[in-house]
């Protein structure tokens, strides 16, 4: 399968077709990425090299539901123009760090979560 680099989508859409449903939200994405019209685009979320998450067998799926949800939460444009790949905490006092540092594909350092498999 062709590598892309960047691969947008719509979290919001994606969110409704999944019902909310974790695992769903990773099935779908995924086929998406494969080439199912799912209708996604038009959106600022973005995965930086998705092909390692989606082929990645030995990760739990909830922990790849978690590391999509936390990644669509990021700037495009920050990562267009600064080449920003983390989410930083400073703009997302809500999150549960107790829920995500136990996740092997987030790293959290310095108030930043760092993504495994775009570093």
């Known amino acids: 399968m062709n590598q892309r680099k960047v691969f947008l989508f719509n979290?919001?859409?994606l969110?409704?077709?999944a019902n909310g449903n974790?695992?769903?939200i990773v099935e779908i994405l995924e086929d998406y990425y494969k080439g199912f019209d799912y209708n996604l685009t038009a959106g600022s979320s973005y995965l930086v090299k998705p092909a390692k998450l989606f082929f990645d067998t030995s990760v739990d799926i909830l922990f790849k539901s978690q590391y999509i949800q936390l990644?669509?939460?990021?700037s495009y444009q920050q990562y267009k123009d600064l080449?920003?790949?983390h989410l930083d905490?400073?703009?997302y006092p809500d999150l549960n760090i107790e829920a995500i540092k136990y996740?092997?594909?987030l790293t959290i350092k310095n108030n930043k979560i760092y993504f495994k498999y775009e570093e």
Not at 71 to 74: D, G, K, S
């Open 22 to 24: 974790t695992i769903k």
């Open 11 to 13: 979290f919001s859409k």
């Open 89 to 91: 905490l400073t703009y």
């Open 103 to 105: 996740n092997p594909l």
């Open 83 to 85: 080449g920003y790949k």
């Open 71 to 74: 990644a669509a939460r990021r």
């Open 15 to 17: 969110e409704k077709l």
